[in-house]
């Protein structure tokens, strides 16, 4: 069974980091590329950002470029989201999802709150 | 970027009558690689993360009752539920993955009338 599980997520000032991960199970992880979309409370989802099955390519979209690094660990099954320089916009329950295009596994998500 | 808007925005259905959702790009979806529409229907229920129901605009992702299908073509598409269920009270969503970043629409809210 495929399982997407995220954690990291929490109460963060504005201006702060977080580190976001995902822990994959049930399929070969390495073989897939992965993604993070989030959704903030009440809104539809937005897509963050993509990585290829080997990391050797990534995508972000425009609002966290420079800002958030998509990675992952094929070794340890593992997706991560290192976010810096938060924002209040950044506020988003952030899920975890398999494939590159059209996401046929999510994860449950993590809570990302950014206030002071 | 490409701009997807849903309508109707909350469509009210009697149970066993027929559901449809529209949806529209700012742009074509077609990928040329394989002549194929780059658009996803996903579901949404309370607390839980969206659900792909519908894949390249028709291909219905496996689980998936047969009652939902998805048709269209270009910058047009509908998602219709053929015969509503108790159970298909969500959100639906539309998305395109031609070209990044990835796009959904707003989402549709459907109701039991």
């Known amino acids: ?116 | 970027d490409i701009v997807m808007t849903q309508s109707p925005d909350s469509p009210a259905v009697s149970l066993g009558e027929r559901a449809t959702i529209n949806c529209k790009s700012s742009q074509s979806v077609l990928y040329s690689s394989n002549k194929k529409n780059s658009l996803a229907w996903y579901q949404q229920k309370p607390g839980q993360p969206p659900k792909l129901l519908i894949y390249w605009a028709s291909t219905r992702e496996s689980g998936v009752p047969d009652r939902f299908s998805g048709s269209g073509s270009g910058t047009d598409f509908t998602l219709t539920i053929s015969s509503l269920q108790a159970e298909d009270v969500a959100v639906y969503y539309c998305q395109q993955y031609l070209s990044t970043p990835y796009t959904f629409g707003q989402g549709t809210k459907l109701e039991i009338k």
């Not at chain 1, 099954?77 to 494939?99: F, G, H, I, K, P």
């Not at chain 1, 590159?100 to 596994?105: A, G, H, P």
Request: glycine share 10%; with cysteine; proline share 3%.
């Open chain 1, 1 to 116: 069974e495929v399982q997407l599980v995220e954690s990291g997520g929490g109460l963060v000032q504005p201006g702060g980091s977080l580190r976001l991960s995902c822990a994959a199970s049930g399929f070969s992880f390495s073989s897939f590329w992965m993604t993070w979309v989030r959704q903030a409370p009440g809104k539809g989802p937005e897509w963050v950002a993509n990585i290829k099955h080997d990391g050797s390519e990534k995508s972000y979209v425009d609002s966290v470029r420079g800002r958030f690094t998509i990675s992952r660990d094929n070794a340890k099954n593992s997706l991560y989201l290192q976010m810096n320089s938060l924002r209040a916009e950044d506020t988003a329950v952030y899920y975890c999802a398999r494939a590159k295009w059209n996401f046929d596994y999510w994860g449950q998500g993590s809570l990302v709150t950014v206030s002071s």
